[in-house]
Structures are given as C-alpha cells and as structure tokens.
C-alpha cells in the first residue's frame, strides 16, 4: 500500500504572510526530486466557498477544472506545480460544518452528542486525506488558513494534532511565522515568533520546522536563540527573506534546505539538490527582459490587485516566452468615458478589459472597448470583458443604440447578452454558474486556431450570461465573427473581428491555466501582439 505524507503549513503573529507561497515552493522543490505532491487550502471562514465572497474582502475567486470556486491561494498552486487543483483541495469550516450537520440530519451519528471532537476534527480528518484516494500521492501539503490563536482555526490545529498523534513521522509540522525589524533599535526581534510557537504548543503541537519571513537576513545567533526557545533544531530555523517577486521563493528556500528537512523528519534519505533549471531560465528571463509592453487592464477592482491575480501572473508568464517585461497601466472603469478615454489609455500597446459581475463600471469598460477598436489597439476582453465587447459592437456598429445585457437593462431591446437558459429558474448564489472546463470548437483561418494550434480546447468558466444567438447572423455580417463554440449547446465563446490588428474576446477565463511551466497561448499571443503594435 503506498505511503502518503501530510505536511502541514500554519502560520503566526500576522495574517498574509505568505502561506500559500511557501507551500507552492515547498510543493516544487519536493517535485524536482520526483515526488507527487499535491496541496490544499483549509479555510477557517464559515462561508460554504470564496464564490460568494467579495473580491474587496478575499481577492480573486479561483476556479478549477471541475469548477469548483475555490481560494485564490489554489492559483498559487497550480502556477507553481503545474497540476490541477479540485474541489477537495479547499475546505472550508462552512462545508466542514455543513456536511457534519447533514449527517446528523440523516441519523448518520445514529443520535449520538453531535461535537466539534471528535465529529467536526474527524470530518476534517476526511477531508485532509480524501485526496490520497484519488492518487497515489508522496506528500499531501495542507497549509491552514487564518493565523495560531484564531478562534476558528482551534478545530483544524486539534485535527492536526491528532493526525500527528496517530501518525507519527508521517506527518510534519511547519511554522510560518514573522521576525519584524524594528528600525529605532536596528534589530530583528524573535519574541513575536516565540509566543506564536507557545501558542501552538499549549493547543498540543509542536512545529518541527520554523520558516522566518523577514526582511533582515537572520544571523546564526538569531536562528539558534529561535531553535532554543522553540524546541527545533537549527538547521529547522529557515530564513524566508524579502524577494523581489515569488518565483524568486523555491530557489531561496532550495539554498535553505527546506526540502532536506522535511525529508529528515519524515525518515526518508536524500541526495543532492532539487533541479531547478527551467525554473532557473523562467527567472532569468523574466529578470532580464529586451524591453517593456505597457498594456492597460481595465476593470473595476484595479485598486486591490488581488482580484485580478490570475490575469496578472498570465502576463509575466507570457512576457518570459518573449523576454518582454509587461508593465500593466491600472485603469479604473468607472473613471473612463469616450471623452477621457483618448487621454487615460494613450500610448498603450494593448488594452485588456477584466472580468467581473454588476453595471458598475460597465459603460467605461465599453469606452475602452470602443477605443480600441476604433485606434487599432490589440484588445483581450475576459468573459464580462468580452460580453461588453459584443455590446459596444451592438451600439456603434450594428446601430442597436440600447443594446444591453440583460445583466444590467433587464429591459433593453436588444438584449444581445442573456441569462443562460437554464440559469433563469436559479433564484440562489453560490455554485449556480457555469463553471468549470467546457470544450470549445475553433473555426480555421481564426486568431485563437492560430494561437492554440488545436481544433478543440477545453477552458474554464464562471458566468450566467451568454452572447444571444438570435443576433449572431447580424454580427457576422457586420464583421464580428464567432470563431470560438461549444459544441454541445452551440454556446459562443470566442468572438473576434479580423479586419482589426488583434481583437479577441473570450467567453472563458484562461487566466485559471496559465503556469510557470505552461504560459496560456491566449496571453502569448496577445502580448506579441502588443510587442508588434509598440514596433510599429
């Protein structure tokens, strides 16, 4: 029977320390030795998934091949080690909760005191190990959200230190935690990690790793005093250190021996260093790029960069496959209209207009659309980015001057957008879109058969509204084409207009499969085409 691992991630003093980073890293680095690694995400909140949540609170909602709404960490994840995620790999306490209390619903328990131990922390046990049951996996990392001494997180550190009880060495603890600097005194300070390490202990778990984030290069006095004080050893006391971008991490924590020591506490032998090399040539690409796109991302989040994650890493993805540097201009769509368009998007080489839900911010989106159109400008639009595209081409070509979707003018006249068919009886939120990998036809001669090299690609969705097909004979005819369709339901997923330099607008989301290993096509081609429009 093959042997599975859990590796735990938790983390202390502060929140945003950088959890998912280092457990992507870690997953990496334990690849290039040859091991199957997956992770997943253990959300304290009591939401059932992030699909609800608003980007302004949590970021971007990541979606899987399955379509499962997951964290954005998942994306994380799935750039680093180039294996897709699932609905198992996020749980949150809210699907925790719900699936204990269904369960007593059906007699389940057969009238037992339903309680947090052991019915919630055996639950949770499920679901840590529910993918190995899927695959034969070395390692399994689970990084906890939320930081130690957090109420909602008491369950899963309990479920921890079972699984550590009844498993011994198969299971491997790891602490994120913060060393400030503390400028007035010109030292890092370790006190903060003592306490959350004693925090950790009094609720029965011991790390077995510590990983210092921190911005000061730790000392061995520093490590020794952390080791001391801590009960790990100090070759266990690693040093995260500020880097310039997260690609730099599983080479800092490589030169750390991060690896080596979870090998070493797990009783597995190990030899030499991880290769890294075509990691090594992504960074040394994305460091040292010819010269620089600047390409606007329009959308109605731009202040918090977490809701466009995804589309953000796709770039620097797609700008290492040309060793081009791709600078986004921020561009708020409620700021932009047709009379300041001209001015907030000048000198561009690309325009991409972001996806989204709600009428907030639309009619910028559309003048930005517009202007593209109009200058020439190569334009990506992603799902709503795409479905505004379709509206402006209604209103300023077609002549449908009140063309809408219904999303926002329920009563529009020409409503060239539309609830799917089967959506409109859905009355809740939450798991009601399409979501998830469709398959989608590409027509020859068109932009996306050219860029995918493919007849049939499989992509990701997250909507409710689609391209009305009532109107496609119009947009045909008036030089927008549908060059992308779901075979099964004749949905329109990809439109473009071939007079135009590079116009596309997607149905779908590609940002969700875009890897270090494997940069999206969709992005590759839309960044040369913007290096193609800068050179004239």
Known sequence: MHTTRYIFVTGGVTSSLGKGIVSASLAKLLQARGFKVTIQKLDPYINVDPGTLNPYEHGECYVTEDGAETDLDLGHYERFSNEHTSQANNVTTGRIYQSVIEKERRGDYLGSTVQVIPHITDEIKYRIKLLSKYKDYDFIITEIGGTVGDIESLPYIETVRQMRWEMGNLCVVIHLTLVPYLAAAGELK???????????????????????????????????????????????????????????????????????????????????????????????????????????????????????????????????VHQVKV????????????????????????????????????????????????????????????QCAVIEFARNVLGMRNANSTEFDPRTPHPVID??????????????????????????????????????????HRHRYEFNNKYLDDFQEAGMIATGINPKENLVEIMEIPSHPWFVGVQFHPEYKSTVANPHPLFIGFVEAACQHMNG
């Open 190 to 320: 370790t006190k903060p990690t003592q306490h959350s390490v004693k925090i950790l202990q009094e609720q029965g778990v011991q790390p077995d790793i510590i990983v210092c984030r921190t911005e000061k290069p730790l000392n061995d006095n520093l490590r020794n005093k952390i080791a001391l004080f801590c009960n790990v050893s100090p070759t266990a006391v690693i040093e995260s250190i500020d880097m310039d971008s997260i690609y730099e991490v599983p080479l800092k924590l490589r030169d750390e021996g991060l690896d080596r020591e979870v090998l070493k506490k797990c009783g597995l032998t190990y030899e030499g260093r991880p290769d890294l090399s075509s990691w090594e040539e992504f960074l040394y690409k994305m460091k040292n790029p010819r010269y620089t796109v600047e390409i606007g991302l329009v959308g109605k989040y731009v202040e918090l960069k977490d809701s466009y994650k995804s589309i953000m890493e796709s770039f620097v993805h797609a700008g290492t």
């Open 327 to 386: 600078k986004l201009r921020m561009v708020h769509s409620e700021m932009l209209n047709d009379e300041n368009a001209p001015e907030l998007l000048k000198d561009l080489h690309g325009i991409l207009v972001a996806p989204g839900f709600g009428s907030r911010g639309i009619e910028g989106k559309i003048a930005a659309i517009k202007y593209a159109r109009m200058q020439g400008i190569p334009f990506l639009g992603i799902c709503l980015g795409m």
């Open 419 to 460: 609830i799917m068919e089967q959506q409109k009886k859905i009355s809740g939120m939450g798991g009601t879109m399409r979501l998830g990998a469709y398959p989608c036809q590409l027509s020859d001669n068109s932009i996306a058969r050219s860029i995918y090299q493919a007849p049939v690609i499989l992509e990701r």
